[in-house]
């Protein structure tokens, strides 16, 4: 047996394709989607995450900005800034990059966005509409999973998943999401003493730990989909998931790769985000 491959491009393009048609039909209004994103310091791999989104809102018709601040810019300096995006008409989407620098507190930046402006969904408004069944915007990596879910026509509801990583950003949300469609889900993690119990009876399984080959070929049921969050810079500069690929593909029904699987949709999801808040802003006028 060898898995189906989930192909996070081939999706990413065809969903983007049609958010071009929306962008359009925005535009015919006069409102043309922006995204704000706010970078802090000189992180490489945070550089790198930043040009691929405005690379993507290029490729869309979104309009982007970025904003660069110094390292030691103060917590004032990113507040303020926050609060002139929440202001402009212009901006339809805030995004803080992630890690920020110790001196600044990550949720207090966060909480500043105003709900309707927050396409990473972290707000606790959007969480908390999230619990209850109501959000306007999911975070943008477990919607993204989703949607591969959906587009290989995965089953949920009435299966058993498995989460691995409890993060704000994967593992929580991502249990919700696969709740609210009818799974019963396992929460598992990094500390979870045998992931063998809970993962050879799902019938998907979501890794999302930052852990190298946390799980492996002979710990999942035959037949299972297996989407692959984690990303781990291996010694020879390449990237590797937390799945052992060679050996889950030959017994997984799916599996996503990494690079290639998950990371493209996570963007993607940020697009569809900001054009739904654009159009949600149309609708109001």
């Not at 898995?3 to 081939?10: E, F, R």
């Not at 969903?15 to 925005?26: C, N, P, T, Y």
């Not at 990583?165 to 009818?182: D, H, Q, T, Y």
Request: aromatic share 4%.
């Amino acid at each position: 047996m060898s898995a189906k491959v989930v192909d996070g491009k081939l999706v990413s393009r065809e969903l983007r394709a049609r958010m071009k048609d929306r962008v359009g039909s925005l535009m015919l209004k006069d409102i043309k989607p922006g995204l704000a994103v706010i970078l802090v310091g000189d992180d490489a791999a945070s550089q790198v995450y930043v040009r691929n989104k405005i690379r993507a809102c290029d490729s869309v018709g979104v309009n982007s900005t970025v904003k660069r601040l110094a390292t030691d810019c103060s917590e004032k300096a990113v507040l303020n800034e926050l609060i002139r995006l929440n202001n402009d008409p212009g901006i339809n989407g805030i995004l803080v990059q992630l890690p920020l620098p110790k001196h600044i507190d990550e949720h207090k930046i966060l909480e500043t966005i105003r709900p309707e402006k927050d396409v990473d969904g972290f707000h606790k408004v959007n969480v908390g509409a999230m619990v209850t069944g109501n959000a306007t915007f999911y975070p943008c990596t477990p919607h993204g999973v989703m949607k591969l879910l959906d587009y290989y026509n995965v089953r949920i509801e009435g299966r058993h998943a498995v989460v691995i990583g409890r993060s704000n950003i994967v593992g929580k949300p991502m249990a919700l999401m696969l709740l609210e469609r009818g799974a019963t889900v396992s929460i598992c993690n990094s500390k979870t003493p045998d992931l063998s119990i809970f993962t050879r009876q799902a019938d998907i399984v979501v890794t999302a730990v930052g852990k190298l080959n946390v799980l492996e070929g002979g710990m999942i049921k035959p037949g299972a989909a297996v989407i692959d969050v984690g990303i781990n810079r291996l010694k020879n500069g390449s990237l590797a998931g937390d799945v052992d690929y060679e050996s889950v593909r030959t017994v997984a029904g799916f599996v996503t790769p990494v690079p290639g699987g998950v990371g493209p949709m996570t963007i993607t999801m940020l697009l569809e985000n900001t054009i739904r808040s654009a159009e949600i802003t149309n609708f109001r006028r």
